[in-house]
């Protein structure tokens, strides 16, 4: 075995002014997670499905003309801006749901959103199929059969693209989420410009998420639907409170759980905006 051992310090260095430490690095609360071969097997076949479907789509002739292709890019940018809310309704319900409130395979997922609060280096040092293994048993099944799809009903392409979009995007929000709490550093310049211009949901947006009590900025895709999630209030009857639907799902929790949901134990005054809308 190699061991390496600290050069020895001699007089000249010994007697040279000593120069700052540098910084600490950044500390990570927990050890590496890799991903196992099934995971990484469920992972590779996701990937070759949608290069299947994305072969199929163009064999059948779904962007052939100017009017399909333009049929087939609104698909696809409607699911884009579909998976961001859809991340943030998700996000929502995992951080304040009560785990042991939920069927035993879904508590895991609960407790893992709930103790990254905690936490929030922990999703860092996940490799790719292990953060999105939660996921991507549902989407490579769905991603199989939606490369079938695109081979034998050409008719349907904008529809086989937009749920093949939607399925990948909701593996990359993992990811992306991943990022938002990694430094410009580890991230890159690429990374960097993606999350500069909205691509990828920027760091700010996210660290926001964190910052104000888990109350707001849900959305985990790109974040640009939590605009509608955190700003768009409406009634569900006329006397009912105007809050946004964020405060409504909760109300709904502490409903049928019959315990607050977390973000009300964070931020005080919470609960009561959201039953009373003052
Ligand atoms: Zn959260
Ligand atoms: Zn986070």
């Known amino acids: 075995m190699k061991i390496q051992t600290a050069p020895q310090p001699t007089l000249r260095t010994l007697n040279k002014p000593q120069s700052p430490p540098p910084p600490a690095p950044i500390q990570d609360t927990v050890e590496i997670e890799r991903a196992t071969p099934m995971q990484k097997a469920i992972a590779y076949t996701g990937v070759a499905c949608t290069a299947a479907t994305v072969a199929g789509l163009i064999h059948g002739g779904a962007f052939a003309s100017v009017g399909s292709g333009l049929a087939m890019a609104g698909a696809m940018v409607g699911s884009y801006v579909l998976a961001d809310i859809s991340t943030g309704l998700v996000h929502h319900f995992l951080d304040n749901v009560r785990p042991d409130f939920l069927p035993k395979w879904m508590q895991r997922h609960a407790h893992d959103f709930q103790n990254h609060h905690d936490h929030p280096r922990?999703?860092?040092?996940?490799?790719?199929?292990?953060?999105?293994?939660?996921?991507?048993?549902?989407?490579?099944?769905?991603?199989?059969?939606?490369?079938?799809?695109?081979?034998?009903?050409?008719?349907?392409?904008?529809?086989?693209?937009?749920?093949?979009?939607?399925?990948?995007?909701?593996?990359?929000?993992?990811?992306?989420?991943?990022?938002?709490?990694?430094?410009?550093?580890?991230?890159?310049?690429?990374?960097?410009?993606?999350?500069?211009?909205?691509?990828?949901?920027?760091?700010?947006?996210?660290?926001?998420?964190?910052?104000?009590?888990?109350?707001?900025?849900?959305?985990?895709?790109?974040?640009?639907?939590?605009?509608?999630?955190?700003?768009?209030?409406?009634?569900?009857t006329p006397n009912g409170p105007k809050t946004n639907l964020l405060r409504k799902m909760e109300v709904g929790l502490y409903k049928l759980q019959g315990s607050d949901p977390n973000a009300w134990t964070e931020t005080p005054g919470l609960k009561e905006r959201a039953l009373t809308g003052k």
């Open 122 to 236: 922990d999703v860092v040092h996940r490799e790719f199929a292990n953060h999105t293994a939660g996921t991507q048993v549902f989407t490579t099944p769905m991603l199989a059969a939606l490369a079938a799809t695109s081979w034998t009903l050409p008719a349907l392409a904008p529809l086989t693209a937009g749920l093949t979009v939607f399925a990948n995007c909701a593996n990359l929000a993992q990811e992306f989420h991943r990022r938002a709490h990694m430094s410009d550093a580890e991230n890159g310049p690429v990374i960097k410009t993606a999350q500069k211009v909205g691509l990828m949901v920027p760091k700010k947006l996210h660290a926001a998420h964190h910052g104000t009590g888990h109350n707001s900025k849900y959305a985990l895709l790109n974040g640009i639907t939590n605009k509608v999630l955190d700003d768009f209030e409406f009634r569900l």
